[in-house]
Structures are given as structure tokens and as C-alpha cells.
């Protein structure tokens, strides 16, 4: 099967183009690190702004997208993927666009954190997965690549190492634990720096702990 890739010649229009974006602290031409944030199904953009006040960090551009009507997708994120289109090309596209206006304005890739929680962390790994090159880093929180069956030889490529952090509940009932494991697995194969933190009962929330993670990978990028 082949995998939606960003097209720059040809770019998607679905239902989450023309969305506005909430940003959040320096410009991006005085930052250290951008970061685009990437909301689960029923939140917001407010939402994950909201989750960026616990990185106490004064250099950090964020970029919080949104969802048409709050979702990305409408079904299941383990459903054949042509059930969810074209919601996933469409949020695909939304993540390619800010990517490419922060190397506009002055944040390459390596200095671009991808973060999402639930639907945005499986946006945000399939994002990377489908376009891999070295990214400041990827966050996946309660999430994972997206579709009813992960075939890994779909994927090809080099992350260069991008730091990867997976963090997901053993009992999430929308994230089974395996996805997360073969999602990890894929990443791995790419060349990424792989962390994956399976919680015991944490449910399908943040916790402090993945938090800790983010904020030392973000001083990883930075030196600081």
C-alpha cells in the first residue's frame, strides 16, 4: 500500500485546511526550538497550549494546530485508512505546512519538535514516519501510527536519530499496547532514538513523568 506523502508541488486540500493556528512565546525568528502541538479527538488548540505552560522554557515558538470541528479523523484510528480519509491526508498536510514555514522563518528541522496527544500523537508519528529526516524530536503521547494493520516495510527512510518518546498506558482503551510496540519498532527501523514508557494504569491522560521526558529532550536540542 502506498503511504500519503506531502506533495510540495501539489498541496491537499481537505477539511482542516484554512484552520487557524494559536502560537504561543517568541517569534519564530528569535527561538531556540519550534514546537507544533497537535490536539487529540474533542480538544483544541487551547488544549495543548495549555499542556505547553509545564515546558518552563522562554525560547520556544509553539505552533498549536487545529482540527476542523475538533477532530481529525472520525473513526477509530485502528480502521483501514480510507475511513479516515480525508481527514489524515488533510492533518498531514496541516503538519507539512507549519514544518516548512518555521525552516521559513528560520527553524530547521532538527530545532522542530512534533508533539501530539491521542489523535494528534498518532498524526504526528505518522507524520514523521511517512517523512523522516532528522527532527529536533517526536512526541507521542497515548498514540501511534495509524491504520488497521502496520506493514513496517511501508516505511523507508533515515530519522538520523531523531529522538522519539512513546508514552502510552497498559490499559488505554483507545491505544492497545501492541500498536504502540510495532509503531516503536518502525521508528527503530528508520534510525530513530527510541524511548517507549508503558505506564501501569495511568488511563488515557499526561502524566508527570512524560512531561519530565519532554522537557529534558527539549534541553538536549538546545544545550540549555
Known sequence: MALFRV???HPFSGPHQNQSTLTRGPAAEEAAVGMILIH????SAES???LAEEFDRPDIHYRALRARRHTWYPRSFLSPIPMNQPGISSGLQAIYDQVHDLGENGISTDHTVLL?????ACLATEFAARHPQRYGGVVGLSGGLIGDEIDPGNYSGSLQQTPVFLGCSD????????????TAQVFRQLGAGVTKKIYK???????QDEIDHINRLLSDITGI
Not at 116 to 120: E, I, V
Open 7 to 9: 506533495d510540495p508541488d
Open 40 to 43: 487529540g479527538r474533542g480538544a
Open 48 to 50: 495543548m497550549l495549555a
Open 116 to 120: 501530539g496527544f491521542s489523535q494528534g
Open 171 to 182: 490499559r488505554d482503551a483507545h491505544i492497545p499496547r501492541e500498536r504502540v510496540d510495532i
Open 201 to 207: 494504569g495511568m488511563g488515557h491522560n499526561v502524566n
